[in-house]
Each structure stands twice: as C-alpha cells, then as structure tokens.
C-alpha cells in the first residue's frame, strides 16, 4: 500500500484539457471499445431498475482514484473565496464522519484546510476520499478541470461552463450558497434544472456515465466481449474488510494504514458493527487496498464512497459501488441506486472523474476500429 500525493497523473488518452495547474488528477485507459453490456438492476439479482450496463464504443480514460479531500482543497482554496454555490457542506468538518476539510474567514475571504481535524496529522486526512458533495458539486469541479484549474470566484470560466452548463441553476441557491428548503419551489426547480444538464460536445473532464463508470469497474478488459466480474477488485467472490475487531476480515491480522493488502478487499460494513476502518478516519486512503484494483487498474470502486454517475432516473441521479458504511451487497454490480436527488449530499457520496475523447478523436478512434476489425477478418 502506498500514500499518494496530491499532485499525481497518468495521462494516457490524448484528450484535450486545460492548462497545466497543481492538482493533476491520475488516470488509467479504458479500451476495449465496441463491448456488450450486461444486465443489472433487480432481475440480475440486485436492486434497481434493470438496464443494460457497461457498453462503451470509444476509449476513455477514468480517475485510478476518488477524488480526495486534499484535491477538493485544492478547488475550494482556487474557487471558493465566495461560496455562491454551495460548494463547501459544513458537515465536512462538523461531523465526526466528514472529511474535516475545515472553512476560516467571511465570505470573500474564505480559505479552507484541516487545522480542524480531530486527531492525527495533515497527511493523515488529504488522501482520503471527499464526502458530502452533491452532484451539482462533482459537475463544477469537472468544469474547474475542463478549464484547467483557474483562480477565481464561482463564474462562467471556472466552474459554471465547460465540460456542463449550469447558468439555468444559479438563480435557486441561498444567499449563502445555500440549497433551497427541500420541498420548497426552488428546491424543486433546482433539482429539474441539474437533472437537465448533459455533456456539453466538447466536453473533456466529466463525471462518468453509468456505461463508463460500470465498464471500468466490472469489466474483464479481455477484448470486446460481455464478460464481467461481480465486483470491483478483479473477482466474483465476496471481498474482505476490516472487521469488528480491526482485523483484516478472515486472517486475524489487525489492519494497519500502509500495510500489506491480501487481495479482494475494499473499505465497507461487512459485519454491520464497523464503519470502515472505524473512529477517526472511516475511510481509507485511496489506493490503499494496492492488490484489489479492477481489471482496468482502478481503486475503490466497491467501498470507500458511493460513486456519482450521470445516470437520470425519474427525480435522481445515479451513484453506484457502495461504502464504507454499506454492506457487501452494494457493491455488486447488479445493485443501482438512482432515487437520490442531484442536490443530496450525505456521509456516503464522494465521486471520481474521467477524461474523454472530444468529438472528432471518438469519431477517429471508432474509424481505426473499424480498420482494425477489417484487418482481423
């Protein structure tokens, strides 16, 4: 296992971003393109609408990691000198269960840390993944990426445009960036007006879709076929966690930050008496569990926080992969939660990015396949 730190990448994908700035977010390549799907939801033995999941016909790339406390740090202290938005929840370090990304100062002078945490040191907390963001929060930080990472208040340029357009939601917040009264009129116009916004064509970082989200979690990455594991560590059997005891779950060996995974764990309630890896810090690191990744190279997509995809169902959005508060069930690829609303934020929901191809690169990269696809025949 290993601690990461906040400046980190792997760009694979020749995607178009931003400029260079001090928060690079790692990736790993999602090929494969052209693979089928395959059920999921309630009659797949999960819980959720059926839908066929995890056809993607173009590469991507997608976050190896959650996106960390210490990255959304980094957007808070770029963009969030004034909070219009809502992009700082204080639950993030009023409650024993946030981040503990702490806000000093008045509005139009904000800046944000973790002098407030409760134990341990800075670096304790920044590789750990962010909580208590929303979905409108995960699609202003990708607009930040898309447009390389400027300085600036809430604003189109920083986080309103790009990758989403979200002017049709501003006029709902509070004067203190405030979500509206839940049930009231402009909660509800709110919500509609995000559950409206798609990928604008030039998109480039993004929170993933379902079919990304789900491909690079469950699928084999053995050629462009259906074949897909149960869960997100490689594997068709039911993952270990840190147990009641504090030990990896069947060894008797007490779990330590930094020590040596066996394979097939993740970060979750497995015996409904510990949240994670329990009291201070719940969640842990990312990366952590180095022998578990998905067959794509990613981490965490079972455990750590459920994940935002950009799925609309009725009133809701899409979050998948389970928690460190949620058992195992919830991290089988057969189970989708689509009733929460794009303004929840709770202990459990974090999210991670992608990058994709614009436009002309997919319709370039779909043209090579077919090349290919004719050279095989």
Request: glycine share 14%.
């Amino acid at each position: 296992m290993k601690r990461l730190a906040v400046v980190a990448a792997v760009v694979v994908l020749p995607c178009v971003s931003g400029a260079r700035a001090d928060v690079v977010m790692e990736t790993v390549p999602v090929g494969n393109f052209g693979n089928a799907g395959e059920m999921s939801g309630g009659s797949a033995g999960g819980w959720g609408l059926d839908r066929i999941c995890g056809a993607v016909d173009y590469a991507y790339n997608i976050g190896k990691y959650e996106v960390t406390a210490g990255q959304y740090t980094e957007f808070l202290n770029a963009v969030a000198a004034t909070d219009p938005y809502g992009l700082y929840h204080s639950s993030m370090h009023s409650l024993a269960l946030g981040c503990q990304i702490t806000r000093h100062g008045s509005d139009g002078n904000y800046t944000y840390d973790f002098s407030g945490r409760p134990s341990g040191a800075e670096a304790d907390w920044v590789n750990r993944p962010v909580n208590y963001v929303s979905w409108g929060d995960a699609a202003r930080f990708a607009n930040w990426l898309h447009n390389g990472q400027p300085t600036g208040e809430p604003s189109f340029g920083t986080t309103e445009s790009g990758s989403y357009d979200l002017s049709a939601t501003q006029d709902y917040y509070g004067p203190d960036g405030e979500t509206p009264a839940h049930g009231s009129d402009d909660w509800y116009a709110l919500n509609a007006a995000l559950l409206a916004i798609i990928r604008e064509p030039d998109a480039t970082w993004v929170i993933p879709s379902e079919d990304e989200w789900y491909k690079s979690a469950y699928h084999k990455n053995d050629g462009d076929t259906g074949n897909y594991y149960d869960f997100p560590t490689s594997s068709d059997s039911v993952p270990g966690y840190v147990n009641y005891s504090g030990d990896l779950s069947g060894t008797g060996t007490p779990f330590t930050d930094g020590g040596t995974d066996p394979g097939n764990y993740v970060t979750y309630d497995g015996d409904f008496g510990t949240l994670g890896i329990g009291y201070p810090y719940f969640r842990t690191e990312v990366g952590e569990w180095e022998n578990s990744d998905s067959p794509y190279g990613t981490s965490d997509q079972g455990g750590n926080m459920m994940e935002w995809n950009d799925t609309v169902s009725g009133f809701g959005r899409g979050l998948r992969g389970g928690s460190f508060n949620y058992a195992v069930n919830d991290l089988h690829a057969a189970y989708r939660y689509l009733h929460f609303v794009p303004t929840d934020d709770a202990l459990f929901f974090g999210f991670r990015v992608a990058e994709v191809p614009e436009p002309g690169t997919i319709a370039l990269l779909a043209f090579g396949g077919l090349l290919a696809s004719r050279r095989r025949r």
